[in-house]
T-cell receptor, first 114, second 107 residues
């Protein structure tokens, strides 16, 4: 158990819909990262937050947004879903900023868009 | 961006065999981690190893940062070692993953 909690574990929805994925980081970790794993793209960095502030952006679509709340949990919002958004979405956390130090990953949220 | 190349892409082992997985990266890095993704999709931390050598049970890893490569050794492999092994590096602000090595251990 990495200490990073993600919900839901599985989600099936239809094209055009909106979903929210939730992540609770390890106790004491201030940074939260979101990654997407799809069959054709591998593991791709989406976005990072540190203590409530956005720190870095990767290949995140405009239809996707995220935030980190004062209690440090984070949510990833995916809207106007397309078939190609089907993937495993991981959250990771670390105590430091900018990916320094070791990252620990949650078990992922598997999204299926039909 | 940085290139992270893992070899071999696929590896089939008989239970009890030893193996070496390699990760080459194209630029200097601040962070290097090895992960095991099990058949259920979980990403499990194996090593945080920006440089040097570490051992954890039957697994060990060596990173030679000046030569831009890292090696993961699996000894006396077990069927539970099956899965995908990822190397991930941080050259700047994000963890960049290699494509992985798929390991299948047969009983």
């Amino acid at each position: 158990d990495s200490g990073v909690t993600q919900t839901p574990k599985h989600l099936i929805t239809a094209t055009g819909q909106r979903v929210t994925l939730r992540c609770s980081p390890r106790s004491g970790d201030l940074s939260v990262y979101w990654y997407q794993q799809s069959l054709d793209q591998g593991l791709q960095f989406l976005i990072q937050y540190y203590n409530g502030e956005e720190r870095a952006k990767g290949n995140i679509l405009e239809r996707f947004s995220a935030q980190q709340f004062p209690d440090l949990h984070s949510e990833l919002n995916l809207s106007s879903l397309e078939l190609g958004d089907s993937a495993l979405y991981f959250c990771a956390s670390s105590p430091r900023d900018y990916n320094t130090g070791e990252l620990f990953f949650g078990e992922g949220s598997r999204l299926t868009v039909l | 961006g940085i290139q992270v190349e893992q070899s071999p892409p696929d590896l089939i082992l008989q239970e009890g065999a030893n193996s070496t997985l390699r990760c080459n990266f194209s630029d200097s890095v601040n962070n290097l981690q090895w992960f095991h993704q099990n058949p259920w999709g979980q990403l499990i931390n194996l090593f945080y190893i920006p440089s040097g050598t570490k051992q954890n049970g039957r697994l060990s890893a060596t990173t030679v940062a000046t030569e831009r490569y890292s090696l993961l050794y699996i000894s006396s492999s077990q069927t539970t070692d099956s899965g995908v092994y990822f190397c991930a590096v941080v050259p700047d602000y994000k963890l960049s993953f290699g494509a992985g090595t798929t390991v299948t251990v047969r009983a």
